[in-house]
């Protein structure tokens, strides 16, 4: 056998022997590397505990007892006396006394009893040289409901024609129902005048008139 075969075919096995152990090496690195890898990924779970099971104390059953109503209160009658819807009278006050300041007084007297005091040449109609002439003189309102019931009436005002025709101080002398008494007023509080006159100019005059409230004559 020649000698260069023999190297060459030791060269050859060598390489082969090589290349098998060369790979079979990459192949279990390779190998561990993965075992590695997935021995680090699985982690192991934390054990999962049982459910407890929740017990429920029984309440005793408690033992009803006969209890009391609460006492009521007997509604009796209140005896009230007479005397506690009367109130005292008091005395009037003592002569000399003046008032508080601030006070209200109420006038006591009545309707025309102060008529014309303090006004200056005021005359009666009976007195002048010409009577008061009305320019203006309106009609009174009738009343609704005395219009619906058919009841008429007459209502006496009295008043004072100032110098310049106007009327002032009206006020009722007397009527046949009350419900007239307004509606006559406010009619004659609107009537004008030429005012009477005395020596020749004109002057307060003191006057009354009736007004009569009619349904035939209204309608």
Do not use: C
Not at 25 to 53: G, H, R, S, W, Y
Not at 90 to 112: D, E, M, N, R, Y
Not at 142 to 151: L, S
Not at 173 to 189: G, H, Y
């Amino acid at each position: 056998m020649r000698k260069d075969l023999i190297v060459g075919i030791l060269a050859s096995v060598l390489l082969h022997v090589t290349f098998l152990f060369g790979f079979n090496t990459k192949a279990v690195k390779k190998a561990k590397t993965v075992e590695e890898k997935q021995e680090l990924i699985q982690m192991e779970m934390p054990p999962i505990e049982p459910d407890k099971e929740e017990t429920v104390d029984e309440l005793p059953e408690e033992q009803v007892t006969n209890q009391l109503a609460p006492p009521s209160l007997v509604d009796l009658p209140s005896v009230v006396p007479v005397n506690a819807f009367t109130q005292p009278l008091q005395p009037p006050p003592p002569p000399g006394l003046t008032a508080a300041k601030g006070a209200i007084s109420i006038p006591v007297t009545k309707p025309g009893a102060q008529f014309g005091k303090g006004m200056k040449d005021l005359f009666d109609v009976a007195n002048l040289d010409q009577v008061p002439q009305a320019r203006v003189q309106p009609a009174p309102a009738y009343p609704f409901e005395m219009r619906r019931a058919g009841i008429s009436g007459e209502v006496t005002i009295g008043f004072i024609v100032t110098s310049s025709g106007d009327v002032v101080e009206a006020y009722v002398i007397k009527s046949s129902q009350r419900e007239f008494e307004v509606p006559a007023l406010q009619a004659v509080q609107k009537w004008k005048f030429r005012p009477g006159k005395k020596g020749g100019r004109a002057v307060n005059t003191k006057m009354q008139v009736p007004l009569v409230f009619n349904l035939n004559e209204d309608s």
